[in-house]
């Protein structure tokens, strides 16, 4: 143990002798009825009576009283023990709250045991010091930011909850925590984690680093795939589990049809590795449930759901002349349900939400139907773009970056032999662009998701090309979304996306849990011109969409909401984390006992109780006669009552 103020060790040096000198020098004298003072000499010794520097006697008031003074003394001189934890006056605590943090090999989970420890930091800052308190896991919070109020840090620490969105990507938080160590000297970063994120590795601190641990186990096996594809006798079934533990395991899973229990399978799962499940299913069947029985560390991914989209069509509406290219690649497309409009001046009776896409081919039609638009070769301006000539042989420069458009896709062996020059407005990024003008873009405007292909397939070499079906996937789950069997299944925080239009009255949601969510008294669900979008998805389950046009039910769509994250399946806790530092280390641990522990509230509070004591000894008679005098007055009360 170390004292951070020893010189108030002084102020016991200085007042214990006074108090005991003042017992010394104290005048004593006991009141005695005696019947004669002859036999009562030393009564009537008055000098002897009041010589000073008498014999000290034992009493219990100059024990209290020197007690509390070396109680006072010792808060005053603030001891404190080492301890693993912070030494700066400016702390940043970064607290991961993914999904792994729901583990429950620590009682009662490591997120609560991450929220005691964040706690435990705070109270090590010392007088006068500031925290930061940030939350990762999905998207990064500041809770806090650069406060001395203990009270509103511990409320924002115990306001934290686990959040299955995202994953544990420390770069933004780390990011920020650099921004503010450099502002603020004796800065401090605690990371508290279990170890599974994602840290920057060109990003240096410049402040000490230290990550506290959670969690003690790697136990965990996890449905890792479950999905519904139709079949010719109806629809099939994959499941898989995953053991991410270091030991091997025998688990069951069992699978629920639309509730009701299907079969059960037992499984044997060596460390890493996996095991498949493939069964048919009748066809009618709208929902399954997959569940592994207990056994593990983390629950949250021993559930999993797969809907099914039997039946379930994207009508496309294509606007030209006919393009054999392109219908075939849609007619390869699942799910996909074309119909060909060759005149341009057709009237669109159809909702957005009933045909959410229209192809336009080479052609400008007078009146834009509702719902996204995918322009290609557009002969002439629109009020989205503008086409001010042509391009001869354009090379095709894709963009870098992770573009959706482009996912799996190459086009460096593409050619192209005359494209229209477009000019875009700022509502469109640039997917791939040319020499002269951009060949292909996307974005939004008025609600809608627009695509515009610069050139007619007849003038390249595309339509031969693997890149193409691909390509043509790719954009219409791009203005197509939340159709197709791909998008039922949805990552926690991927937002529900439907098209509409003006004619739909009501949007709603039905939740897992049963509760309804409505876009005519909630705000959770947000019209976006010719969409609308619900994002309020962390929760793990079955989410039903349904559109009503003229208060009648138009379209019902159901979403799976799973975790399938390996990176949070995987939990066995990391000894040390990869974090640069401008002292020059290169990891961040909790190796050195640096915490301070100190211990003076303690002390002044059991001086407090030696206080309280210490009065009660010396009202010891007044008390005494108090309680007599109620006495006495109870059984006056009592005799009076008895006549």
Same mark, same amino acid.
């Given at each position: ?33 005696? /019947? ?9 010794? #008055? ?26 003394? %010792? ?27 729901? @583990?429950?090999?620590? @009682? ?254 080479? *052609? ?37 970056? #992770? ?31 040319? #020499? ?40 219409? /789950? ?54 609308? *979008? ?20 138009? %379209? ?20 040390? %984390? ?26 002044? @509070? ?38």
């Amino acid at each position: 143990m170390s004292l951070l103020a020893p010189m108030a060790l002084i102020g016991a040096a200085l007042i214990g002798p006074i108090i005991i000198a003042m017992y010394l020098l104290k005048l004593r004298r006991e009141e005695r009825t005696v /019947s004669s003072t002859f036999l009562w000499q030393r009564m009537v010794r #008055d000098v002897e009576a009041n010589a000073p520097w008498q014999k000290l006697r034992r009493n219990i008031l100059l024990l209290l009283q020197l007690l509390l003074l070396i109680l006072l003394v %010792l808060a005053l001189a603030r001891p404190f023990f080492l301890t693993q934890g912070i030494a700066g006056r400016n702390l940043i605590v970064i607290i991961d709250r993914s999904a792994s943090m729901g @583990a429950v090999d620590v @009682a009662p989970n490591r997120l609560e045991a991450a929220r005691a420890e964040a706690l435990r930091l705070i109270e090590q800052l010392p007088d006068g010091g500031q925290a930061t308190i940030i939350a990762t896991g999905g998207q990064m919070e500041v809770l806090v930011a650069s406060t001395t109020d203990q009270r509103e840090l511990r409320n924002a620490i115990n306001g934290i909850t686990l959040r299955n969105s995202g994953d544990s990507d420390l770069t933004q938080a780390l990011t920020l925590a650099a921004a503010l160590a450099a502002r603020e000297e004796q800065s401090e970063v605690a990371i508290i984690s279990d170890g599974n994120v994602t840290v920057p590795e060109d990003l240096t601190v410049p402040a000490t680093v230290r990550y506290f641990p959670i969690g003690r186990s790697d136990n965990n096996v996890a449905i890792s795939a479950l999905a519904l594809q139709p079949a010719a006798a109806g629809q099939t079934l994959f499941a898989q589990a995953t053991n991410y533990g270091g030991a091997s395991v025998t688990r069951r899973m069992d699978i629920y049809l639309d509730g009701a229990l299907f079969n059960a399978y037992n499984l044997s799962l060596d460390p890493g590795r996996e095991q498949s499940i493939i069964v048919d299913i009748p066809p009618q069947v709208q929902v399954v449930e997959a569940r592994l029985n207990e056994g593990d560390a983390l629950p949250t991914d021993d559930r999993a759901w797969a809907v099914s989209r039997v039946g379930d069509q994207t009508n496309v509406r294509v606007i030209g002349p006919g393009n054999r290219f392109l219908e075939t690649g849609l007619a390869l497309l699942p799910g996909v349900q074309m119909t060909l409009v060759p005149t341009t001046t057709a009237t669109f009776t159809q909702t957005a939400a009933q045909v959410p896409l229209t192809i336009i081919d080479g *052609v400008t039609p007078t009146t834009l139907p509702p719902g996204n638009l995918f322009f290609i070769a557009p002969p002439q301006s629109t009020a989205y773009f503008s086409v001010t000539g042509t391009l001869e042989f354009p090379a095709m420069r894709p963009v870098f970056g #992770d573009e959706p458009l482009l996912r799996s896709v190459s086009v460096s062996e593409v050619s192209v032999l005359k494209a229209a020059r477009i000019v875009p407005g700022n509502w469109a990024r640039i997917v791939i662009d040319s #020499d002269g003008a951009p060949l292909l873009v996307a974005g939004e405007r008025d609600g809608r998701r627009i695509v515009v292909l610069a050139f007619d397939l007849h003038q390249s070499d595309l339509p031969l090309q693997v890149a193409f079906p691909l390509l043509l996937s790719n954009i219409v /789950s791009y203005l197509s979304p939340g159709t197709g069997a791909q998008a039922a299944q949805l990552v926690p925080g991927q937002p529900l996306v439907v098209p509409i239009d003006d004619a739909v009255s009501e949007v709603r949601v039905i939740r897992p849990d049963g509760r309804q969510v409505s876009s005519r008294n909630s705000d959770r669900i947000q019209i976006l011109g010719n969409q609308a *979008v619900y994002d309020d998805t962390g929760e793990l389950g079955v989410y039903t969409l349904e559109v009503y046009h003229n208060n009648q039910l138009e %379209l019902r769509q159901r979403y799976a909401v799973n975790l399938f994250t390996a990176g949070e399946s995987q939990i066995k806790p990391q000894e040390r %984390l990869a974090v640069t530092q401008t002292s020059g280390l290169q990891t961040a641990a909790m190796r050195e006992r640096v915490g301070r522990q100190e211990i003076w509230r303690w002390l002044a @509070a059991l001086a407090l109780l030696v206080l309280v004591v210490e009065w009660l000894v010396y009202q010891r008679n007044g008390i005494t006669y108090l309680r007599e005098r109620w006495r006495q007055r109870s059984r006056a009360k009592g005799s009076a009552s008895a006549r």
